[in-house]
Structures are given as structure tokens and as C-alpha cells.
């Protein structure tokens, strides 16, 4: 059965940090790429950043640029996003997901994937 588990979301200040956590398993992780995504009230859904589990190539988002950090682990298929100077734009739900149709920058893009986590709420105050 494949899974995505996040964790890590919370309550932080404005200029505060927080680490999320994904926990795959089910599948391969070499043949994914895995994105992290979120979704605000009222919304669409963004993408923020992508790891392959192929060639570990990254893609940032716009939005979180300079802020954000993803990394992975592939010995036991955990993805991780390290927020840094988070705002208040940036509460939302925050997803994992992994795909195997496209490559990083269309899976950000298009928001697409082919199994998603349950999320994980993180919310910024100011």
C-alpha cells in the first residue's frame, strides 16, 4: 500500500522556522519524484518545491525561493522541507506528493502527482 505521512506542521511566529517531515513508503523511491505542495483557504493549491528520487535534481517555487530547503533520504525514503522565515502568507496545508509522470518542474507546475499525503497545517503568526 502506498503512503505519504507529513509531519512537522504547527504554530510559529513570524520569522520563525519549522521542518516538515514526509514518510514514503509503497513504493520505489528511485522512480518518483516527490513535491511538496500547499493550500491556502480560498486557494489554489501551490507548488513549493520537487526532489527526484531518480537524480536528485531540486526545484524551487518562486514563492520560496531562498527560504526554503528540501532534502531527502532515499535509504529510508523520508523527504524533508526546512521553512526558514516563514510569514503569514505562508499558512497553509502542507502536502507531500509523489508522481512518476513527470519530472520536477511539471510536477510543481502542473500540481501533479500520483499519491498525496493527508497534509500537515502550519500556521504563521504575525
Known amino acids: 500500500e502506498v503512503q505519504l505521512v507529513e509531519s512537522g506542521g504547527g504554530l510559529v511566529q513570524a520569522g520563525g522556522s519549522l521542518r516538515l517531515s514526509c514518510a514514503a513508503s509503497?513504493?520505489?523511491?528511485?522512480?518518483?519524484?516527490i513535491g511538496w505542495f500547499r493550500q491556502a483557504p480560498g486557494k489554489e493549491r501551490e507548488g513549493l518545491s520537487c526532489?527526484?528520487?531518480?537524480?536528485?535534481?531540486?526545484v524551487y517555487g518562486d514563492p520560496v525561493k531562498g527560504r526554503f530547503t528540501i532534502s531527502s533520504d532515499n535509504a529510508t525514503n523520508m523527504v524533508y522541507l526546512q521553512m526558514n522565515s516563514l510569514e503569514p502568507e505562508d499558512t497553509a496545508t502542507y502536502y507531500c506528493?509523489?508522481?512518476?509522470?513527470?519530472?520536477?518542474?511539471?510536477?510543481?507546475?502542473?500540481?501533479?502527482?500520483?499519491?498525496w499525503g493527508q497534509g500537515t497545517q502550519v500556521t504563521v503568526s504575525s
Open positions: 506528493a509523489a508522481g512518476s509522470t513527470y519530472g520536477c518542474w511539471l510536477t510543481l507546475h502542473l500540481t501533479s502527482g500520483d499519491y
Open positions: 526532489i527526484s528520487g531518480r537524480d536528485g535534481t531540486i
Open positions: 509503497g513504493f520505489s523511491f528511485d522512480d518518483y519524484v
